[in-house]
């Protein structure tokens, strides 16, 4: 039978199970299992850890156009043009992004506090939004919201295609359904 978990990552953790401290494995403790594509260490949210190799690649392949939602808390007061911009896909230094679906939305009141917590200028107000790609370039999600002038100050992946953060406290996991 497949084993499919579904991890709340909290932030400084290194999506992977060998290091001497701060990886999966502080987290989680069900052998054979392994992420589903990765989190960076400054991100937090839904990783995916399974022991099927089909259904990894499935989830993480960019041909199968998964998609994958974030909550983004950016510096500044975000634009609707840089909104329009992150929708039509933007230009990095490894190629076009692909269009997103990107919408301004009000801080989560669910969101927990973050440890330690983001960086803040008291002159310099953030935005909240809610962004889905269906790629993953390495560290996209930052460098989108950098290229359009609104710097990413905290990252928060809430969805995998049908998998959701719903349920699941930060630095806990619970297993999924395939269906």
């Keep these: 039978m497949t084993k499919l978990i579904g991890l709340n990552k ?85 190629g076009n992004t692909k269009p997103a679906i990107v919408k301004i939305i009000p801080k989560p009141i669910w969101i927990w506090e973050r440890t330690p917590p983001i960086r803040m200028r008291k002159n310099i107000p953030t935005s909240w939004i809610e962004i889905s790609i269906s790629e993953g370039k390495n560290r996209q999600v930052r460098r989108m919201t950098a290229n359009v002038g609104f710097p990413t100050l905290r990252l928060v992946r809430t969805k995998i295609d049908q998998w959701d953060l719903k349920g699941i406290k930060p630095g806990s996991y619970v297993t999924l359904s395939q269906g």
């Design 10 to 94: 909290p932030f400084g953790i290194i999506c992977q199970f060998s290091g001497d401290s701060n990886t999966l494995s502080d987290y989680v403790d069900v052998p054979n299992v392994y992420p589903v594509g990765r989190l960076d260490k400054d991100s937090e949210g839904l990783v995916i850890l399974t022991d099927d190799g089909k259904l990894q690649n499935l989830i993480s392949n960019p041909k199968y156009s998964k998609m994958k939602t974030y909550i983004v808390q950016v510096e500044g007061k975000i634009s609707k043009a840089a909104i329009t911009c992150l929708q039509k896909g933007v230009h990095l230094k490894d």
